[in-house]
């Protein structure tokens, strides 16, 4: 098989970039801004070429390389936060960005199956007897990197209709792991460990606690996005969500009490969004039935391992120093 993994230096990319080396696929990854340690792709960075996707130059070199049977579009501006400070980035690189890669697949004249990346962040604010929310649900996001994940789906969906590419798009609901930074889960366990190696004084800073996710881990998720290439149907859309619920401050109870150190709970204003949905969880019935694919990696096992990742981290990092 031969795999082309654009934003393969990305923390999503990253686990699907070693699954396929694994398997023994013939992979190519992209990187441009690399989103996750340096050691963390270093294993791979020989199948790396480098890509800015807003550049259709770039896009057609690599496409040209890798001649692929599938494409995992993942490259993007993937923080919801980020995008109210750079929103017109945000829509170049997850908009523009997209009609590139599309555009050089069509103008390769190649067949690939092409999972786009696509996010439950496109809903926005569901009522509570809409939840969990299924794909049918209008989409009403509610920050600049929603609207681009809309977008991005519509190219992905006209680009099958008009010109027979086949794009599957995956709605990625809250996921996290080892190697994530930017999300609360990520934020929280790198903030413990800090605390733990005496880096930071022993307060654990935190936002919006009244908040309920649906939470994946990452490699539950790659191996849902494998099984997308395989066996999805091409212009369908497939959300993939945990089957359970968390609230924030649950978490945050969960974390406090893994520490090594006592540490104090403290809410940060600056750490408060605009605009936050109360509630975050989907309905992968669609994913499950075209796939067989299910959850199974508890979250206390996924919290487990982002505590000893940076662990692991900080350690080198104070050895190295």
């Known amino acids: 098989m031969k795999v082309l993994i654009l934003g393969a230096t990305g923390f999503v990319g990253s686990y699907l970039m070693e699954r396929a ?5 013939e992979v190519v990854g992209t990187h441009y801004n690399a989103t996750i340690e340096n050691r963390d792709w270093r294993p791979f960075q020989d ?3 480098r890509c800015d996707i807003r550049y259709r130059e770039q896009v057609d070199r690599v496409i040209a390389r890798s001649c692929p049977d599938v494409v995992y579009l993942l490259s993007a501006q993937s923080y919801p936060a980020l995008s109210w400070d750079v929103p017109v980035e945000t829509l170049h690189t997850n908009v523009i960005g997209t009609a590139q890669v599309f555009e050089s ?15 439950s962040a496109q809903y926005g604010e569901v009522a509570e007897a809409d939840i969990p929310v299924r794909e049918s649900h209008p989409m009403r996001p509610l920050h600049p990197y929603g609207v681009s994940k809309v977008a991005t789906e519509m190219l992905a969906l006209q680009y099958h ?6 794009s599957v798009c995956a709605r990625i609901f809250n996921t996290t792991g080892p190697r994530k930074t930017g999300d609360v889960c990520a934020d929280l366990t790198q903030r413990v460990a800090r605390i733990e190696a005496g880096m930071q004084a022993p307060v654990l800073a935190v936002g919006n606690q009244d908040t309920w996710r649906a939470i994946t881990d990452v490699r539950d998720l790659a191996r849902a996005l494998e099984l997308l290439a395989e066996c999805g149907v091409a212009g369908n859309s497939y959300n993939i969500s945990g089957a359970t619920t968390y609230r924030i401050g649950d978490i945050v109870d969960t974390l406090k009490a893994a520490s090594r150190v006592p540490l104090e709970v403290r809410t940060d204003p600056a750490l408060l969004r605009p605009s936050d949905e109360k509630v975050i969880f989907g309905d992968s019935s669609l994913l499950m039935a075209a796939t067989g694919w299910a959850q199974e990696i508890p ?4 919290l487990d391992d982002m505590l000893s990742y940076w662990r692991s981290l900080l350690a080198s990092e104070g050895g190295a120093g």
């Open 161 to 166: 209709a008009n010109c027979g590419i086949r």
């Open 299 to 302: 979250l206390r096992q996924t």
């Open 47 to 49: 199948r790396l070429s």
């Open 105 to 119: 697949i069509r103008a390769a004249g190649i067949d690939p199956v092409v999972v786009v990346a696509c996010s």
């Open 21 to 25: 080396m694994a398997r023994g696929d």
